[in-house]
């Protein structure tokens, strides 16, 4: 295997020069760094990436911390910010808490065993103990799809990058009620998770837009898993007066929701109208096609990258909470009939994105402000 020592004769350079070149601990010449890469190329040198990081005190590595890695909305958040560190240089280390507190401080513990120089987490609906660890260590972290607590002065704790969870959720309900619903009800997510809190109020939002009451027997907890969606859908369809339409909350309580719908002989939207918060990749396969508010995944896992590497490179910047705007994609589980594509209408064809009313321009991140909804 070629060496350090091969790599500097071969460009006429010493070998401190090449470390520099690798370690990034001093400015090179241009011409001297590219003489040097091609003298790596040109050999096959592999650095080892050991020996750097005892010379950097950096690993060039991210640790992820998500739960329910099946799921497609956490799948495609993983490869935004897997195809992020490698743009970066990063390389990727992954686990599950399984949305369990104490198992989720056991797998951070790890992660930081592992010397990672940062960390993205998915917070499970009780942080505290994750929060107490990675600010007792100082470990550098973004907070991922769900949000803790500010403090006191108002600005977050940590980092964050999530979706917007209420504005999209009001505009499924507002959306159901212009179709003349009145007992619209909601399967909403595990409780303690701030995008179930942020989902519900969306919900209630949504509803006094309307001029609808609120009923808290049309709202029950699917636990943000299928089977949990299945009973909570059972219990609303067995009210003396059920729902005519339904929220979902996420993708899994979506299939659930389906499932109890299905077995209670019902047919969607004929005999109940079904929107859903996320979006599906196949959600356009099924019969009826779902209409659903589509979270832009992959850049939210993306965005968590980028906005680590900028408190890797500012570590006393203050803390911000970047929150993407979502899509209202337009199909027919509400009840809406099929847009003929191409008709020459002025209307939206059917199954396209259509943005939300309330969403912003996406800032650039220096004009995030560091506050928490």
Same mark, same amino acid.
């Given at each position: 295997?070629?060496?350090?020592?091969?790599?500097?004769?071969?460009?006429?350079?010493?070998?401190?020069?090449?470390?520099?070149?690798?370690?990034?601990?001093?400015?090179?010449?241009?011409?001297?760094?590219?003489?040097?890469?091609?003298?790596?190329?040109?050999?096959?040198?592999?650095?080892?990436?050991?020996?750097?990081?005892?010379?950097?005190?950096?690993?060039?590595?991210?640790?992820?911390?998500?739960?329910?890695?099946?799921?497609?909305?956490?799948?495609?958040?993983?490869?935004?910010?897997?195809?992020?560190?490698?743009?970066?240089?990063?390389?990727?280390?992954?686990?599950?808490?399984?949305?369990?507190?104490?198992?989720?401080?056991?797998?951070?513990?790890?992660?930081?065993?592992?010397?990672?120089?940062?960390?993205?987490?998915?917070?499970?609906?009780?942080? @505290?103990?994750?929060?107490?660890?990675?600010?007792?260590?100082?470990?550098?972290?973004?907070?991922?799809?769900?949000?803790?607590?500010?403090?006191?002065?108002?600005?977050?704790?940590?980092?964050?990058?999530?979706?917007?969870?209420?504005?999209?959720?009001?505009?499924?309900?507002?959306?159901?009620?212009?179709?003349?619903?009145?007992?619209?009800?909601?399967?909403?997510?595990?409780?303690?998770?701030?995008?179930?809190?942020?989902?519900?109020?969306?919900?209630?939002?949504?509803?006094?837009?309307?001029?609808?009451?609120?009923?808290?027997?049309?709202?029950?907890?699917?636990?943000?898993?299928?089977?949990?969606?299945?009973?909570?859908?059972?219990?609303?369809?067995?009210?003396?007066?059920?729902?005519?339409?339904?929220?979902?909350?996420?993708?899994?309580?979506?299939?659930?929701?389906?499932?109890?719908?299905?077995?209670?002989?019902?047919?969607?939207?004929?005999?109940?109208?079904?929107?859903?918060?996320?979006?599906?990749?196949?959600?356009?396969?099924?019969?009826?096609?779902?209409?659903?508010?589509?979270?832009?995944?992959?850049?939210?896992?993306?965005?968590?990258?980028?906005?680590?590497?900028?408190?890797?490179?500012?570590?006393?910047?203050?803390?911000?909470?970047? @929150?993407?705007?979502?899509?209202?994609?337009?199909?027919?589980?509400?009840?809406?009939?099929?847009?003929? @594509?191409?008709?020459?209408?002025?209307?939206?064809?059917?199954?396209?994105?259509?943005?939300?009313?309330?969403?912003?321009?996406?800032?650039?991140?220096?004009?995030?402000?560091?506050?928490?909804?």
């Amino acid at each position: 295997m070629a060496t350090m020592a091969d790599v500097a004769r071969s460009a006429g350079v010493s070998v401190a020069t090449v470390s520099h070149v690798l370690n990034g601990t001093r400015p090179v010449l241009p011409h001297t760094r590219q003489a040097v890469l091609d003298a790596m190329d040109e050999l096959g040198y592999t650095p080892n990436t050991l020996a750097r990081s005892l010379v950097t005190s950096r690993t060039r590595s991210i640790g992820l911390a998500v739960s329910a890695i099946s799921n497609p909305y956490f799948t495609e958040i993983l490869q935004g910010v897997e195809a992020a560190a490698l743009e970066h240089g990063y390389s990727l280390l992954i686990a599950d808490p399984h949305d369990d507190p104490e198992h989720e401080r056991k797998v951070v513990q790890l992660l930081h065993e592992r010397r990672v120089d940062g960390m993205i987490v998915a917070p499970s609906a009780d942080p @505290r103990e994750l929060i107490a660890y990675l600010g007792r260590h100082n470990v550098p972290a973004v907070l991922l799809d769900r949000v803790v607590d500010s403090t006191a002065d108002g600005s977050p704790h940590f980092d964050q990058v999530c979706a917007d969870s209420a504005e999209p959720v009001a505009r499924l309900v507002t959306h159901l009620a212009d179709l003349g619903h009145r007992r619209i009800a909601m399967v909403a997510g595990l409780p303690g998770l701030s995008t179930t809190s942020e989902r519900l109020t969306g919900y209630r939002d949504g509803l006094t837009a309307a001029g609808l009451a609120f009923d808290e027997h049309l709202v029950v907890h699917g636990d943000s898993e299928s089977a949990g969606a299945e009973q909570a859908t059972a219990a609303l369809l067995s009210l003396a007066a059920p729902p005519t339409a339904l929220v979902t909350a996420n993708n899994a309580m979506t299939i659930g929701a389906l499932r109890a719908l299905r077995d209670c002989g019902l047919s969607v939207p004929e005999d109940i109208a079904l929107c859903c918060f996320d979006d599906f990749a196949w959600a356009d396969l099924f019969s009826p096609r779902l209409t659903a508010i589509a979270q832009p995944s992959r850049d939210i896992g993306a965005r968590a990258v980028r906005v680590l590497l900028d408190r890797l490179a500012s570590p006393d910047r203050p803390a911000r909470t970047v @929150r993407l705007p979502c899509t209202f994609v337009h199909r027919t589980s509400c009840g809406c009939a099929e847009q003929p @594509r191409g008709s020459g209408t002025s209307a939206k064809p059917e199954g396209t994105a259509k943005p939300l009313p309330s969403d912003r321009p996406e800032q650039p991140l220096t004009s995030v402000k560091g506050t928490v909804s």
